[in-house]
């Protein structure tokens, strides 16, 4: 049987979950800092053990809603994606998850759980009082060669991406810039605006992910000028290990005509090829991803309550969260 040890963050242990395979750049401590300092939350790291032996580790972050302590990994609204566990080849999920629950509402005293993690599937889950929802992925194999990436994506794709290179429109690759998140929100106002809507976050959220993300060397900015050189679109990039993240892309209405959002995504995924990356993940399903060749990948967001009270309390305000969130990725792409 599994179970859960709750420790202490040190260089050691950062190191030992660096050597797990599944690791993504949700796990690493910079991205802990970022959620942590954004949601005024308390990061918690766990072994997995079998017996003495560590099989895992678990990542999350407590923070409280209507007085009740939280356990999130990760929480809609974070802006973050798939948390959840490390574990050694052959290592049951499930079983983990199964350890997570005393572990979450017994040892952290904690009124609601969720998790999202990018290897659990549905039947994972059931028997263990969780409800889930579907909420997928759409992602992009980066291993074929750059003329098949191109090849798969749709014909309009390929057209826009051709567009906007005869338009004169041109792609920056942006480093230790003060003024980037500036850019970046101006445009995603703007995009909201078309809608009498605002962005679910302020620009702080923005500075936060870059001052904490840049320096560890795990962050793509990119900046689209037009051939006048003004900044027209902007996208903003996670990457790490073998991924890289659509973290929000941004662009003003009076410039979509040049089509540099599809410019920017056709840069990344060739920047990130040459890297060694070998998936580009939009972090959502939305149908308008199809266009760039993606496959769809099922990716269950599972929770569990300690009463129906605060299951009822998640669920209304999750329904508010919703609405604006739904708004927002239709809008713009960036993510809940």
Wanted: charged letters at 25%.
């Amino acid at each position: 049987m599994l179970r859960l040890h709750r420790v202490e963050p040190t260089a050691d242990l950062w190191a030992e979950r660096a050597t797990f395979d599944d690791r993504l750049i949700f796990h690493t401590e910079p991205w802990l800092r970022f959620v942590a300092e954004a949601q005024h939350a308390e990061p918690v790291l766990a072994r997995v053990a079998d017996g003495d032996r560590t099989v895992g580790h678990f990542t999350g972050l407590v923070t409280r809603r209507f007085g009740l302590r939280i356990l999130g990994s990760p929480m809609a609204g974070w802006t973050t994606s798939y948390v959840g566990f490390l574990l050694e080849p052959g290592v049951s999920r499930r079983a983990a998850l199964e350890a997570l629950m005393p572990f979450a509402f017994k040892e952290l005293g904690c009124a609601h759980l969720e998790i999202r993690d990018r290897a659990l599937t549905p039947a994972d889950l059931g028997g263990l009082g969780l409800r889930w929802s579907d909420a997928p992925t759409a992602v992009i194999d980066l291993t074929p060669p750059e003329d098949q990436l191109f090849g798969a994506m749709a014909s309009a794709c390929r057209r826009n991406i051709r567009k906007a290179t005869k338009s004169g429109v041109t792609i920056e690759e942006v480093v230790a810039d003060p003024t980037f998140a500036d850019d970046f929100y101006d445009q995603l106002r703007d995009v909201f605006a078309k809608q009498n809507l605002v962005p679910t976050y302020s620009i702080e959220r923005v500075r936060t992910l870059v001052r904490h993300i840049e320096p560890a060397g795990q962050l793509l900015l990119l900046r689209a000028r037009d051939s006048e050189g003004r900044c027209i679109a902007t996208a903003v990039l996670p990457w790490y290990h073998r991924t890289m993240y659509f973290w929000g892309g941004a662009s003003y209405r009076d410039h979509q005509h040049l089509r540099p959002n599809e410019a920017l995504i056709w840069h990344a995924m060739r920047w990130a090829r040459a890297r060694g990356v070998t998936e580009f993940d939009f972090v959502g399903g939305n149908a308008y991803k199809s266009k760039y060749g993606t496959t769809e990948v099922p990716v269950p967001w599972a929770r569990r309550s300690r009463s129906p009270l605060v299951a009822t309390l998640r669920d209304a305000a999750k329904q508010g969260f919703t609405l604006k969130q739904k708004a927002a990725a239709r809008l713009s792409g960036v993510k809940a």
